[in-house]
């Protein structure tokens, strides 16, 4: 979709509030987009469609009334020729009508199916391109509501307009054949229209109120279950079952209500619309048979009667259709303005070097603040990294060591100061080439639905039993896995229950070592681990540090004894650093103090 011209007119106006102001068809007809010719043809064959359907009901006049003569294309019909002609014409116009039908039914799936994907392709772009910052502040709910149900119901709306346009192409070609019939038909076909409209409208005001509730219904079950299943080990070990159980089934309950209102209009009007159709029909025929005068009904008017009994469900379809496009307009508008929101921030655009890393890494007076926040989370913070090294960053909570780390991916980027890989500035790199040399441990390593092996080598192309083995052997996670019942081709669930806190960490170690990264970059690799699955990821690191670069962070002193150099952090600077040995020995330094503590605890 038009990534690059929506922001520019973000940048003029609110743009949602220009397509919120948007006329249903208008629209509809923008978030087409790309898809719009597609659409166009298939509306077209829709109306086609009609217009063979319409021929073919004309073809019968000159059964029914064959002293008329006819000259088409050079050739001169008449008597029972024509009768026999009319009859071809008839079966080749309604078999050619029902062929085009099914090949405009077939191009609307089509072009919803594109449409479709189109927009899951934009959203899930989107939530990739975007500022990192930006992104912890969009709901991780409305990413996924708005990628499975709202592109669902999104589509559903494209249908139902797609449809009510065709219909209504057809229903203007039935209506224009209609009124050359005769001029009394015409004031009945302008009736039958006038009735299609007050019907509609009549349908448009509790539609939008009902399909208010219904969207905020919508809105809150994807809320409350994303709530609840993303933390249901918490609800259920405080005896929340009872509970839970009762909220989500009021919240189904309310959405079911609101769907049932909602989608009662539409029957409702229907049926107005065919009975005042119906009566509408007697009341012509009726007229027709008294002005005849006991005589047959001519031709024309039975053509007449067949061409409206084929429009009554057309227009009450275009009605219909029309009616759920504006009930799902709203869903429309709301993803529309979750993608907005996100194309609002996109990343900023690196650099476009290669890096290299033969010296080292530094961090040179950084400063950051969030994005919306007054304070800054980091500042004047210095340090290096020289390759071969392991430095450790340590302090309490919230000093700033994760942001700091965001900072070395390039995930955010510094507002003041800067990091240099080599001396190049990392702005001036390309941060995916950078990012594809690093390997990273999280606190919490997530573990993937797949074997152990596939687990290792994750995103990685390359694909070397041998070498992943060796990475699981450095890693010390070799013996639990050769424990596994089939090794390295042991399934592992998504939660990989099978796994202890320990063994995931040193999965997660073999995982960052199968990239042959430059460096490591281990955040907190072993705080919620106890104190022998410590020792035992310690132990492992230990090992790898021989032959990798590392940067730890962490907030307790174990993992920080690997380092060759430690800077201590507080409230987002530096406030002192160096060895081991020297941080130690300096009796009213910070580290010191943490050192004792952390003795006494022990
Ligand atoms: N996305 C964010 N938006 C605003 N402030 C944040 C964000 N993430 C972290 N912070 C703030 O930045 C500070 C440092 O956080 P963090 O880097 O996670 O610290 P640490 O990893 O040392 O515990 C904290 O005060 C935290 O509240
Ligand atoms: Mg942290």
């Known amino acids: 979709m038009r990534v690059s011209a929506r922001r520019e007119s973000v940048e003029v106006s609110s743009g949602s509030e220009w397509f919120h102001s948007k006329r249903l068809i208008g629209a509809y007809w923008e978030l087409l987009d790309s898809h719009r010719r597609a659409a166009a043809v298939t509306i077209s064959l829709t109306i086609a469609s009609g217009l063979l359907e319409v021929a ?82 969009v709901r991780l709910g409305d990413v996924n509501t708005s990628l499975l149900l709202s592109v669902n119901q999104v589509s559903l709306g494209m249908q139902f307009f797609l449809r009510a346009m065709g219909m209504l192409g057809v229903t203007v ?82 959405y079911a209500s609101a769907y049932t209102k909602s989608m009662y209009i539409v029957p409702t009007t229907r049926s107005m619309f065919e009975i005042s159709g119906i009566v509408g029909i007697g009341v012509v025929l009726f007229g027709a048979l008294i002005t005849a005068h006991g005589a047959a009904l001519s031709a024309a008017s039975l053509a007449f009667l067949v061409l409206f009994l084929r429009l009554t469900p057309r227009l009450v379809s275009t009605q219909e259709n029309l009616q759920n496009a504006r009930t799902y307009r709203k869903w429309c508008d709301a993803w529309w303005s979750t993608l907005e929101t996100m194309h609002e921030s996109p990343m900023a655009s690196g650099g476009a070097g290669s890096p290299h890393f033969d010296r080292g890494l530094r961090a040179e007076r950084l400063d950051f603040t969030y994005p919306g926040r007054s304070e800054s989370v980091l500042h004047q913070v210095t340090w290096e990294l020289r390759k071969g090294e392991a430095i450790a960053l340590v302090g309490d909570s919230g000093a700033g060591k994760t942001t700091m780390l965001d900072l070395v991916t390039g995930l955010l980027r510094p507002t003041g100061g800067r990091i240099t890989v080599d001396g190049t500035d990392l702005n001036d790199l390309d941060v995916e080439e950078w990012q594809s040399h690093l390997g990273l441990v999280p606190q919490e390593a997530p573990l993937f639905a797949g074997t152990v092996l596939e687990n290792v080598y994750w995103m990685d192309s390359r694909r070397d039993p041998d070498e992943a083995r060796h990475c699981l052997e450095k890693a010390h996670a070799a013996g639990f896995v050769d424990r596994l019942p089939d090794g390295m081709d042991t399934m592992l669930g998504e939660r990989a229950a099978t796994l202890s806190g320990g063994q995931r960490q040193r999965l997660a170690l073999a995982r960052a070592l199968y990239r042959r990264p430059w460096i490591l970059v281990l955040d907190e690799p072993t705080s919620s681990l106890d104190a022998e699955a410590e020792q035992e990821v310690l132990a492992a690191l230990a090992d790898v540090k021989a032959t990798s670069s590392m940067i730890i962070v962490a907030h307790g002193l174990n993992p920080v004894k690997l380092a060759d150099r430690i800077y201590v952090m507080a409230g987002g600077t530096v406030v002192e650093d160096g060895t081991w040995t020297e941080l130690v020995g300096r009796p009213d330094g910070r580290f010191a103090r943490i050192f004792r503590q952390h003795a006494v605890e022990a």
């Open 56 to 137: 073919a009901i004309l073809a019968v006049v000159p059964i029914i009334e064959p002293q008329e003569k006819v000259a088409a294309f050079g050739i001169h019909l008449q008597g029972s020729s024509l009768r026999y002609a009319g009859v071809i014409a008839f079966a080749v116009l309604a078999v050619a009508a029902s062929l085009v039908r099914v090949t405009a039914e077939r191009s609307i799936t089509r072009v919803i199916a594109e449409f479709e994907k189109g927009c899951r392709r934009e959203m899930t772009r989107a939530a990739l391109d975007m500022d990192w910052s930006a992104y912890l502040k």
């Open 173 to 254: 070609v039935f209506v224009a054949v209609a009124a050359s019939l005769s001029w009394q038909l015409s004031l009945f076909a302008l009736f039958f229209l006038v009735l299609g409209v007050v019907t509609y409208l009549l349908g448009v005001k509790p539609t939008r109120r009902h399909t208010a509730v219904l969207t905020s219904a919508a809105e809150s079950l994807g809320q409350e279950a994303d709530l609840l299943f993303s933390n249901l080990k918490l609800f259920r070990s405080l005896g929340e079952r009872t509970q839970s159980r009762g909220r989500m089934e009021k919240i189904y309950a309310d």
